[in-house]
């Protein structure tokens, strides 16, 4: 906050070039709270130039005529006056003990209406275990260790719903198309309709928002041309020259080939033999046209009768003769391929 006798001079028009800078730069964060102070400055400086109405010297005034006519006038009517200038000593002396009182509750008043006018600023400060609270559009705030927030006690009859952050908050926002919600740090502003997202102001010299959900536009607090629009899941920093897109980098998918299933040699000797193991014993081979000691790269696994078949007469030629159920087979011959 800035400091009261900085901001009177200020509106005296008596602070230095630095001071006046220092004034501007804290007003722009802070229009409402200028405000107010402001409208009680003025109020009190015209009450200060208030002229009331001087009972004493109207009253001397008013004697002086009185002696001009009194030469024509008995001593009974001097007396007269004399009682009645005694009757005004005490008014004249009351009024004079009141006014500084009357005077002070006069700028009293008029500071109690300026504060009931205006919205009261609330100030919430988070301990080490940081703070959960709801603003009064029922927008939810969580403040991390040492963040604080400023909002006003009501946002009716005003265009934005604006608090002021220093340090790091989430906001999840209440939507209300008519009324954006803007959370104001040191170097920007951060507006939406209703959305969710982190503001870190924890640094006088950056500001970094992370969007969760929504989107938000990412502004200098001085100059809103300068923005950027914040999509769901990016997330930027603000240095008062340059937004910088800080979004972590996807996340890379390795995708590793499929190392194929080595395949052994088996005999013929064996794949017969795993036919008939598959096919309960329905699967015999008969004559002696088949290639018993040769090998060829098979996988004897699988446990489906027709799946090893196949595989076997895409790697030998195989005569097989169909008998009366499903899995019975007579193998005539087996002949193995020169390829292998």
């Known amino acids: 906050m800035i400091r009261e006798e900085i901001l009177l001079k200020y509106l005296n028009d008596q602070c230095t070039p630095a001071e006046k800078v220092g004034v501007e730069n804290w007003k722009v964060r802070n229009q409402e709270d200028f405000a107010l102070m402001e409208a009680i400055f003025i109020e009190s400086s015209q009450a200060k130039n208030i002229k009331l109405f001087d009972v004493e010297s ?3 005034a008013f004697m002086d005529m ?3 006519d009194a030469t024509s006038s008995d001593v009974q009517e001097a007396k007269v006056v ?3 200038q005694h009757k005004e000593e005490k008014p004249i002396s009351l009024w004079r003990e009141l006014r500084p009182a009357i005077l002070t509750a006069s700028v009293l008043l008029i500071a109690v209406v300026t504060y009931l006018v205006y919205p009261r600023q609330i100030v919430h400060l988070a301990g080490a275990d940081g703070m959960d609270l709801i603003l009064p559009d029922e927008t939810k705030v969580t403040l991390a260790e040492n963040a604080t927030v400023t909002y006003p ?5 005003k265009e934005t719903r604006t608090v002021i952050l220093d340090g790091v908050a989430t906001f999840d926002v209440t939507p209300d198309p008519d009324k954006p919600f803007i959370v104001q740090t ?3 502003g951060i507006q939406a309709l209703g959305t969710i997202y982190e503001v870190d102001a924890s640094e006088l010299a950056k500001t970094g928002v992370k969007n969760i959900e929504g989107l938000i536009n990412f502004y200098d607090v001085v100059d809103t041309t300068k923005s950027v629009q914040v999509e769901e899941g990016e997330s930027f920093s603000y240095d008062g020259s340059t937004f910088e897109n800080t979004s ?3 996340p890379v998918t390795l995708e590793f080939p499929i190392p194929k299933k080595k395949i052994s040699y088996h005999s013929v000797r064996e794949v017969i033999n795993r036919i008939y193991a598959v096919s309960n014993g329905h699967t015999v081979h008969k004559g002696d046209n088949i290639d018993w000691n040769k090998k060829i790269p098979i996988d004897l696994e699988t446990n489906d009768l027709n799946t090893l078949l196949q595989e076997i007469q ?3 030629s195989v005569t097989l003769i169909k008998r009366d159920c499903s899995d019975c087979y007579e193998i005539r011959s087996f002949r193995v391929r020169n390829t292998y």
């Open 58 to 60: 109207e009253w001397d």
């Open 66 to 68: 009185v002696d001009e």
């Open 82 to 84: 004399d009682i009645n």
């Open 153 to 157: 006690s009501s946002f009716n009859g």
């Open 186 to 188: 040191n170097l920007a």
């Open 248 to 250: 972590p980098p996807d």
């Open 314 to 316: 895409n790697k030998a």
